[in-house]
């Protein structure tokens, strides 16, 4: 009876686990997955990536369409399939950085503040949702060398350089990644329940 009870506990801690938030407090990094689709502009492009921002920098929220968030990237790849021209993967070594001339990264929320710890597609900013390419709910592109997909309206990448398939932003989703400390109850609820087993079995 006892060890069933050993048992039941670690597998219930290990449930309640499963339940644990993703991490948010004191977060200074956060990936997100991104993507782009070539249907709203009647092509089969389409594009995604991983990007890893610094929360404690990035203006959020930000009213100005042309800021510049280069050095707020921590890294970045973006792999474009499926388009008449520009096909491949860029990464942050590809960006474009900022210059006297304008800025190369756009971000902006009008003047809303995002919720970074979910989908920023869909949320509210400014008079419509985030990602709308109306020029008043923000912005967010990118611009790479070497043929890579640039800007060319709001939320919107072009392959090719700007010559090729436009794509719309339909993802910026966070990447969820389990809390220290809840790693560490669940290493110590299997341990429990592996040591259970083994002495009853010694038995």
């Known amino acids: 009876m006892r060890h069933f009870?050993?048992?039941?506990?670690?597998?219930?801690?290990?449930?309640?686990?499963?339940l644990a938030p993703a991490a948010h407090a004191g977060d200074?990094?956060?990936?997100?997955?991104?993507?782009?689709?070539?249907?709203?502009?009647?092509?089969?492009?389409s594009a995604t990536g991983l990007i890893t921002?610094?929360?404690?920098?990035l203006p959020n929220p930000?009213?100005?369409?042309?800021?510049?968030?280069y050095a707020d990237i921590q890294s970045l790849t973006v792999s474009v399939t499926g388009a008449g021209a520009g096909n491949g993967t860029w990464t942050l070594a590809n960006l474009v950085p900022s210059s006297d001339e304008g800025t190369y990264t756009y971000w902006g929320t009008s003047g809303s503040t995002l919720n970074m710890y979910t989908e920023l597609v869909g949320q509210p900013a400014g008079d419509s949702t985030w990602g709308t390419p109306d020029g008043g709910s923000g912005d967010f592109?990118?611009?790479f060398n070497d043929d890579g997909p640039i800007g060319v309206i709001f939320?919107?990448?072009?392959?090719?350089?700007?010559d090729g398939d436009e794509m719309a932003l339909t993802?910026?989703?966070?990447?969820t990644t389990p809390e220290p400390g809840s790693l560490l109850l669940l290493g110590s609820g299997l341990i429990g329940i592996l040591g259970a087993y083994r002495r009853r079995s010694n038995r």
């Open 155 to 162: 939320f919107t990448l072009e392959t090719a350089g700007g």
């Open 171 to 175: 993802e910026f989703d966070p990447v």
């Open 5 to 18: 009870r050993h048992l039941l506990a670690g597998l219930t801690l290990v449930g309640l686990l499963g």
């Open 28 to 45: 200074i990094y956060q990936t997100y997955n991104l993507a782009w689709s070539g249907a709203p502009f009647q092509n089969g492009a």
């Open 141 to 143: 592109n990118l611009f």
């Open 62 to 69: 930000e009213a100005n369409l042309a800021t510049d968030i």
């Open 53 to 57: 921002l610094d929360l404690t920098t």
